[in-house]
């Protein structure tokens, strides 16, 4: 079978990668095809942990692809300014790691006590080792007689990994072909047959794979692929970038701070930061949305900045005919939380899966759209929630968010039984929401906001788990087994 991969960047490599190492040689061929014509994107880009999950599949250690990329390690995600009016000046959302199973029951029922007025901690960094080694800025590498697992993400590089992931493909026998695209043949049934070349080669394939990012050359304009915009629930759709320098000390965390009309994001990488402001140009104008990053990150008149174009929602189908989208093709949930390449990867691998259970036929396709249409699904609702549950009160646009009730019955069931105090983890196992965003993930999002009730008078002065289980004390203790950075 030759599947031909139209487009690169890191979908596209991440693709190639994963079918070469999976499938042997004789059951496939596959060649991407790359157009001289097209830049990538490239700015600072952040990942979650599957990303290392990736890295191990293809049996790629750290010390090869992070130094060729500028990675950096990211352990958390730091939200500021996002609901001051509950108290809540920032707030970490740390990657959840196996120490974790002996602290965050604590942190669980630290959130339901909260919730029925009594004052305790529930500062999401203060359960989870990561946030512990966020502050002390240490390495989730731990002693080699410290044997728990540890997850966390990178920063990264897109044009650079992008690079290096299509070096190890070709090595692993994908062939490239940069080639530009002018014509797209199909079959009497529907099918794409071939891809025709600017120079009037004809690329035949059995199979196809659309990575040509906002484009979506095959699986839109080709096979009328319906796209189904999230603009109702998340009203960002552009963003204007730019790097600065990096500091003396690199965090080993993401930023995300929320400005007038929107988010900015601040990612480290070994060189320089990425920065980028993520707006809705329906609440502030690009010469406006500019000035106003240019003033955050401190840039000169001389620093250039880069406008982009988002297109929020995924497609109907993910896998029409005998084709499958990937990427920026397939759709797109603004950069907060990272999931962007989590779910290319997540796509890739399912495929994968119903691929080959189907004998390499469309037999499991059904049920591969139905699961990636529902992972894209949930993953909206989570970051609808950052959204709706906002306590800003200094722009139209925060105030339209926090009004907007443009919600699923899932999120709208999650935030009745937090309002309520009913069981979160309950309703989450109920909803099958556990491979999206899980019970851990949920808490210290709405903890994170305060969205608490006030404390009640009359406290008892006890039933602080954090307190009583000496929380602080275990995580302060097991950092030791962990390195400073730079040593």
Not at 271 to 300: K, L, P
Not at 331 to 341: D, Q, V
Not at 399 to 405: H, S, V
Request: glycine letters at 8%; aromatic letters at 12%; a negative charge.
């Amino acid at each position: 079978m030759h599947i031909v991969i139209l487009g690169g960047g890191t979908a596209g490599w991440m693709a190639a990668n994963l079918f070469a190492k999976h499938w042997a040689p004789d059951q496939v061929r596959i060649s991407l095809i790359e157009s001289p014509a097209i830049g990538i994107i490239g700015v600072g880009e952040g990942s979650t942990p599957s990303l290392k999950h990736f890295f191990e599949k293809l049996d790629i250690a750290e010390t090869e692809w992070m130094p060729r990329c500028n990675a950096t390690y990211k352990l958390n995600i730091r939200f500021s300014g996002w609901s001051p009016a509950s108290g809540v000046n920032s707030y970490s959302h740390p990657f959840f790691s196996q120490l974790d199973s002996f602290t965050q029951d604590a942190f669980f029922v630290n959130c339901h006590t909260r919730r029925l007025g009594l004052a305790v901690n529930t500062t999401p960094e203060d359960f989870f080792i990561n946030g512990v080694l966020a502050q002390q800025h240490k390495l989730p590498m731990p002693a080699s007689n410290f044997v728990f697992d540890m997850q966390y993400g990178y920063h990264f590089d897109s044009h650079l990994l992008g690079s290096y992931l299509a070096e190890r493909a070709q090595q692993q026998g994908v062939l490239l072909r940069r080639e530009t695209i002018v014509n797209v043949h199909r079959q009497d049934m529907g099918d794409i047959a071939a891809l025709q070349t600017e120079s009037g080669e004809i690329i035949a394939g059995d199979f196809f794979v659309d990575c040509s990012g906002f484009a979506s050359v095959l699986m839109q304009n080709t096979l009328g692929v319906k796209f189904q915009s999230f603009k109702d629930n998340l009203f960002n759709d552009s963003a204007v970038v730019m790097p600065t320098p990096i500091a003396k000390k690199i965090p080993l965390e993401t930023h995300a701070q929320a400005l007038s009309a929107g988010w900015c994001w601040k990612i480290p990488l070994t060189n320089r930061f990425g920065n980028g402001y993520v707006y809705s140009s329906d609440f502030i104008s690009q010469e406006q949305a500019e000035a106003e990053f240019r003033a955050h990150v401190g840039a000169r008149d001389t620093d250039e900045c880069r406008h982009l174009k988002m297109r929020v929602g995924q497609l109907e189908s993910h896998w029409s005919h005998n084709c499958l989208g990937l990427g920026l093709s397939q759709g797109f949930i603004e950069p907060l939380e990272a999931t962007a390449l989590h779910l290319v990867q997540t796509a890739i691998e399912s495929f994968i899966d119903y691929f080959t259970q189907g004998n390499f036929t469309v037999q499991e396709r059904n049920r591969f759209n139905k699961d990636i249409h529902e992972r894209f699904t949930r993953v909206r609702d989570y970051i609808v929630a950052h959204y709706k549950l906002n306590t800003r009160n200094d722009s139209d646009y925060w105030r339209a968010n926090r009004d907007n009730m443009n919600l699923s019955d899932s999120l709208l069931h999650i935030l009745d039984t937090w309002y309520r105090c009913g069981d979160l983890a309950a309703e989450i196992h109920r909803q099958q929401l556990s491979s999206h965003f899980g019970v851990a993930s949920w808490h210290c999002l709405l903890a994170g906001y305060g969205a608490f009730p006030a404390c009640a008078p009359n406290q008892p002065g006890k039933g602080d788990h954090y307190v009583e289980q000496k929380i602080s004390q275990k995580l302060q203790s097991w950092a030791l087994n962990f390195p400073a950075v730079n040593t």
